[in-house]
């Protein structure tokens, strides 16, 4: 085995794992911002949400404080819940140092994905952009939607 190359696919299952749940915090403490919650009820309010539901709930509640335009805040989101697809390929994928064979619930067919470690480098990066995205998103509502 290559050991070069497993090095590499370990480290960026781990860079991309990294920056997904930084994302996932960052998302998870606006919501708790948003509702003015204390610090010791903030997991049981936040914990029971996937991400998926999590950036459901964080969307109505920046569209019911009229924070962002609509169409913006469903764009942004949009691409949040794709990179959750690839998180749930990384984590539910059967790895080999050539890619993750995944098989999605809906289509019971199974694809490849991360055929090289900058495959997950470049959904590391993704994440990273969307907490930038999301900061400028946020700024841009302090000035009005």
Same mark, same amino acid.
């Given at each position: 085995m290559d050991s070069e190359l497993e090095a590499e696919v370990y480290k960026a299952?781990?860079?991309?794992?990294?920056w997904f749940s930084k994302l996932e915090g960052y998302l998870k403490a606006h919501i708790v911002g948003l509702l003015d919650l204390e610090r010791d009820i903030f997991d049981a309010?936040?914990?029971?949400? @996937?991400?998926s539901t999590m950036c459901k709930v964080l969307e109505k509640l920046m569209l019911a404080k009229k924070l962002a335009e609509p169409n913006a805040l469903s764009k942004y989101f949009s691409k949040c819940r794709s990179i959750n697809d690839q998180r749930v390929r990384v984590a539910h994928g059967d790895w080999t140092l050539t890619g993750a064979?995944?098989?999605?619930?809906g289509k019971? &067919?199974?694809e490849?994905?991360?055929a090289t470690? &900058? @495959?997950l480098n470049k959904h590391a990066a993704t994440c990273q952009e969307l907490i930038r995205e999301f900061i400028r998103l946020v700024n841009r509502s @302090?000035?009005?939607p």
């Amino acid at each position: 085995m290559d050991s070069e190359l497993e090095a590499e696919v370990y480290k960026a299952i781990g860079r991309f794992i990294f920056w997904f749940s930084k994302l996932e915090g960052y998302l998870k403490a606006h919501i708790v911002g948003l509702l003015d919650l204390e610090r010791d009820i903030f997991d049981a309010v936040v914990s029971p949400y @996937d991400f998926s539901t999590m950036c459901k709930v964080l969307e109505k509640l920046m569209l019911a404080k009229k924070l962002a335009e609509p169409n913006a805040l469903s764009k942004y989101f949009s691409k949040c819940r794709s990179i959750n697809d690839q998180r749930v390929r990384v984590a539910h994928g059967d790895w080999t140092l050539t890619g993750a064979r995944h098989v999605a619930r809906g289509k019971l &067919e199974a694809e490849i994905y991360f055929a090289t470690p &900058e @495959d997950l480098n470049k959904h590391a990066a993704t994440c990273q952009e969307l907490i930038r995205e999301f900061i400028r998103l946020v700024n841009r509502s @302090d000035k009005g939607p």
